[in-house]
């Protein structure tokens, strides 16, 4: 486990020219593609509505709603976003006591501003993807994946029948799993994985779209004893329905949005199963993303082996065998786009 140390034989002329055009390159915080935001769309265009799963917040001496809203969301004014997820028990926003146990979801919106393009459309069930994007398959080392949507960004896509084991791991989100990831990080990739951050949210009543949505970032850094500066932006998303667990790994080392890409392909996959078809549900599918690497979160893919195979392989390459006439990052970059 762990990163695989590049061998000095690899430092090369060619190799200097690289490091050096690296060192200098730093993640620029990109516009978000597609935000996820907290008031009612304006015009006609479809929206998905993705409701938070949080942990609730316990009142202290001194609090107030716009105090508390001010503290948890950055903004005194969303106060009214605490009062309506828990109008069961403010019955006057005024009168709040220390112990009180308040609910602290919002419910968000993100316009499928994709939708009106087709998707993706596989019978049993379909997906939003961004224009212009292709797909394809994409192979570094013993890394890879056969369905793979590329364009701004790269994103490996595995959907299967739910799997049991997948729905006993994400039972308790938001203190097991996202501690089990952490402490899996610290143990096995505490230099290459920073900003790691989690999100959880419910699509309920939204027919179709219905389903629960895991996923979490961070930022990857490749070689970071060699090439502190080569770093790739990463989000992994899984989606549950009734039948079906769609999961998405997407990695950029450019300024696009993965983060926001990757939640809105996540949040648009669709179960189009009826329950009226004769016979048991199966998806179906052959796709696969590879290595599989057995953790503690079974049934949910490992994205930091993938990371580790991927960008090792791709940067042994890159720095041995490349030509010398251009930069690492742009061999890099030619490499992640095919």
Not at 106 to 123: D, F, N, V, W
Not at 130 to 157: E, H, K
């Amino acid at each position: 486990m762990g990163f695989r140390i590049l061998k000095k034989l690899f430092l090369t002329v060619s190799g200097v020219v690289f490091v050096t055009n690296l060192c200098t390159e730093r993640i620029v915080i990109a516009a978000e593609k597609y935000p996820l935001t907290y008031e009612e769309p304006e015009g006609d265009e479809p929206y998905m509505t993705l409701k938070e799963k949080t942990e609730g917040y316990i009142v202290l001496p001194g609090d107030s709603l716009w105090r508390i809203a001010e503290k948890q969301f950055g903004d005194g004014n969303k106060y009214v976003s605490l009062i309506d997820a828990n109008k069961a028990i403010l019955t006057n926003p005024n009168l709040i006591y220390p112990g009180m146990l308040l609910n602290l979801s919002q419910t968000g919106r993100i316009i499928r501003t994709e939708a009106k393009y087709g998707g993706i459309q596989m019978g049993s069930y379909s997906m939003d993807m961004p224009y212009g994007w292709r797909i394809g398959v994409t192979q570094s080392g013993n890394a890879g994946g056969n369905f793979v949507l590329s364009g701004d960004g790269t994103i490996a896509c595995l959907v299967q029948d739910i799997q049991k084991e997948t729905i006993k791991s994400m039972q308790d989100w938001e203190t097991q799993c996202t501690q089990k990831i952490s402490d899996y990080v610290k143990e096995n990739y505490a230099d290459q994985v920073s900003d790691l951050s989690f999100e959880h949210y419910y699509m309920e009543d939204q027919k179709e779209l219905s389903g629960e949505l895991y996923l979490y970032s961070y930022i990857w850094h490749i070689s970071p004893a060699d090439y502190p500066g080569l770093t790739c932006k990463v989000c992994a998303g899984l989606k549950m329905t009734d039948h079906i667990q769609a999961e998405f790994l997407g990695y950029t080392m450019d300024e696009y949005d993965i983060h926001g890409c990757v939640r809105y392909i996540t949040a648009s996959f669709a179960e189009d199963f009826s329950g009226e078809e004769s016979g048991a549900f199966t998806v179906n599918s052959n796709m696969h993303i590879m290595p599989e690497t057995k953790w503690e979160l079974a049934g949910m893919y490992n994205s930091f082996a993938y990371m580790d195979e991927y960008f090792s392989a791709l940067l042994e390459q890159a720095v041995g065998t490349e030509e010398m006439d251009r930069s690492g990052r742009e061999k890099l970059l030619d490499r992640i786009s095919r």
